[in-house]
């Protein structure tokens, strides 16, 4: 009988839609006529109807028809997109991927599809689904770190323009998306750029709605830190893992009212040529890249100490002498970086554009990541006139502001010590805060 089950749901595959990709699991296979086929076979029964009728478009569920103990035991989950509003479409997406796992992974006992359609049907919605006999298969941290259901497809064709400023668009756009959606309660945004980049780009973000926002923002973070410099730059793109997923198009493939503009960086001038690497590179941490990481970290913990001093010192200063002779008050507005005056008064201190920075560690890359410490990763780069550089991109969650850090900056500028390092100069742009 659940033979029967599974090659009627081959059969009502509908024609117009596509898998995506799938991945088997690599617990074994099952045996015919077993319980773990016969539990199998209620999964196929009973979750696409679940799955469509449930107020979030999501169900997990788990079949056991051996009472005597987990022998046999099959875990399911299935989501369709929020933007779904045909109910029909999401059971038969849903049908649709437990027959497509059947044909591509027979007899496995763990399987993933992730089900959408192609240009033609763009805006009819997808799924996904999974199923295994793995206790831990429906625990969060399975689906949100595990590489047993990752899945990533990209266009083939690229975005026309400079690389690393399509880049950066992209990954704004992404990354800004996942953190809308994992503010949403139903775990689910969409979002488009309409500069930085040749053409319009829409993006879709979405996690299982039983997430916690900091797990859905951890989880769709993976996904958009696991694109490389190549697939940055393609014309489209999707990531998945079982519990959250990211994707990124041309045209609009979704049909949101709540679709939100990201900016794109601010900054959209062609950078120069990036210079040629040296033949032989050291991928070794030198000792002078980790004094700044310390340097930095200590600075950070005393800040809110010596902004209160610092303070407490100018605010004496201007009611007892009035303005200081030959040099002008900073005025700093709040993500201005344009405007910074501490070039003029602190020796040999540049303030950098966002691009050299892109340019100098090619677009961050993980080649040149040298480690990473509790405010953010340090890379190293290298300027066009030789200059070795490391560079600590502080975290965009550690919550500092941007008063905050120019009062860092001017602090770290002024420390001299024989084991310290020299601080060149600083980036800020947007949410980056960026020491060099």
Same mark, same amino acid.
């Given at each position: 009988?659940?033979?029967?089950?599974?090659?009627?749901?081959?059969?009502?595959?509908?024609?117009?839609?596509?898998?995506?990709?799938?991945?088997?699991?690599?617990?074994?296979?099952?045996?015919?006529?077993?319980?773990?086929?016969?539990?199998?076979?209620?999964?196929?029964?009973?979750?696409?109807?679940?799955?469509?009728?449930?107020?979030?478009?999501?169900?997990?569920?788990?079949?056991?028809?051996?009472?005597?103990?987990?022998?046999?035991?099959?875990?399911?989950?299935?989501?369709?997109?929020?933007?779904?509003?045909?109910?029909?479409?999401?059971?038969?997406?849903?049908?649709?991927?437990?027959?497509?796992?059947?044909?591509?992974?027979?007899?496995?006992?763990?399987?993933?599809?992730?089900?959408?359609?192609?240009?033609?049907?763009?805006?009819?919605?997808?799924?996904?689904?999974?199923?295994?006999?793995?206790?831990?298969?429906?625990?969060?941290?399975?689906?949100?770190?595990?590489?047993?259901?990752?899945?990533?497809?990209?266009?083939? !064709?690229?975005?026309?323009?400079? &690389?690393?400023? =399509? $880049? /950066?668009? +992209?990954?704004?756009?992404?990354?800004?998306?996942?953190? *809308?959606?994992?503010?949403?309660?139903?775990?689910?945004?969409?979002?488009?750029?309409?500069?930085?980049?040749?053409?319009?780009?829409?993006?879709?973000?979405?996690?299982?709605?039983?997430?916690?926002?900091?797990?859905?923002?951890?989880?769709?973070?993976?996904?958009?830190?696991?694109?490389?410099?190549?697939?940055?730059?393609?014309?489209?793109?999707?990531?998945?893992?079982?519990?959250?997923?990211?994707?990124?198009?041309?045209?609009?493939?979704?049909?949101?009212?709540?679709?939100?503009?990201?900016?794109?960086?601010?900054?959209?001038?062609?950078?120069?040529?990036?210079?040629?690497?040296?033949?032989?590179?050291?991928?070794? !941490?030198?000792?002078?890249?980790? &004094?700044?990481? =310390? $340097? /930095?970290? +200590?600075?950070?913990?005393?800040?809110?100490?010596?902004? *209160?001093?610092?303070?407490?010192?100018?605010?004496?200063?201007?009611?007892?002498?009035?303005?200081?002779?030959?040099?002008?008050?900073?005025?700093?507005?709040?993500?201005?970086?344009?405007?910074?005056?501490?070039?003029?008064?602190?020796?040999?201190?540049?303030?950098?554009?966002?691009?050299?920075?892109?340019?100098?560690?090619?677009?961050?890359?993980?080649?040149?990541?040298?480690?990473?410490?509790?405010?953010?990763?340090?890379?190293?780069?290298?300027?066009?006139?030789?200059?070795?550089?490391?560079?600590?991109?502080?975290?965009?969650?550690?919550?500092?502001?941007?008063?905050?850090?120019?009062?860092?900056?001017?602090?770290?500028?002024?420390?001299?010590?024989?084991?310290?390092?020299?601080?060149?100069?600083?980036?800020?742009?947007?949410?980056?805060?960026?020491?060099?």
């Amino acid at each position: 009988m659940a033979g029967v089950l599974l090659l009627v749901l081959l059969v009502l595959m509908p024609a117009s839609a596509t898998a995506i990709g799938h991945v088997c699991g690599s617990g074994g296979n099952y045996t015919a006529n077993s319980t773990y086929q016969s539990n199998l076979a209620v999964l196929n029964a009973t979750l696409p109807g679940n799955a469509s009728s449930s107020p979030q478009l999501f169900v997990t569920a788990t079949a056991d028809a051996n009472t005597n103990g987990t022998a046999g035991m099959v875990r399911g989950l299935a989501l369709c997109r929020h933007d779904t509003t045909n109910l029909t479409a999401c059971r038969e997406c849903v049908a649709s991927s437990f027959a497509y796992a059947h044909k591509m992974c027979p007899n496995h006992t763990a399987a993933s599809v992730y089900y959408d359609y192609d240009e033609t049907n763009a805006l009819k919605p997808g799924c996904l689904l999974g199923f295994s006999g793995d206790r831990g298969f429906l625990s969060t941290a399975s689906g949100t770190t595990g590489n047993g259901t990752f899945f990533q497809y990209f266009n083939t !064709v690229n975005i026309a323009g400079n &690389a690393g400023v =399509v $880049a /950066a668009a +992209v990954r704004q756009l992404l990354a800004q998306t996942a953190r *809308y959606a994992a503010a949403a309660a139903r775990r689910f945004a969409t979002g488009f750029m309409d500069g930085g980049t040749t053409t319009t780009l829409y993006a879709l973000a979405q996690c299982t709605p039983d997430l916690s926002a900091g797990d859905c923002v951890a989880c769709l973070q993976r996904l958009v830190g696991s694109i490389n410099a190549t697939n940055s730059v393609r014309l489209g793109g999707r990531i998945f893992r079982l519990r959250c997923n990211v994707r990124f198009e041309a045209f609009m493939f979704f049909d949101d009212k709540n679709m939100r503009r990201i900016p794109s960086p601010s900054s959209m001038a062609q950078p120069p040529a990036p210079a040629p690497a040296p033949a032989n590179k050291r991928h070794g !941490v030198k000792p002078w890249v980790i &004094a700044l990481s =310390v $340097a /930095a970290s +200590v600075a950070l913990v005393a800040l809110c100490f010596i902004v *209160y001093c610092l303070r407490r010192l100018r605010t004496k200063s201007t009611k007892g002498k009035g303005a200081l002779q030959g040099k002008r008050t900073h005025e700093f507005q709040e993500g201005d970086d344009q405007v910074w005056e501490m070039e003029t008064e602190l020796a040999e201190f540049s303030v950098f554009d966002f691009n050299q920075i892109l340019e100098a560690t090619d677009n961050f890359s993980e080649e040149n990541k040298l480690g990473e410490g509790g405010f953010g990763p340090v890379y190293k780069g290298r300027f066009p006139d030789g200059v070795e550089i490391a560079v600590k991109r502080l975290d965009a969650d550690s919550g500092q502001g941007f008063i905050e850090f120019k009062n860092e900056v001017e602090l770290i500028a002024k420390l001299q010590h024989r084991n310290l390092v020299r601080l060149m100069g600083c980036c800020s742009q947007g949410e980056e805060k960026i020491l060099v």
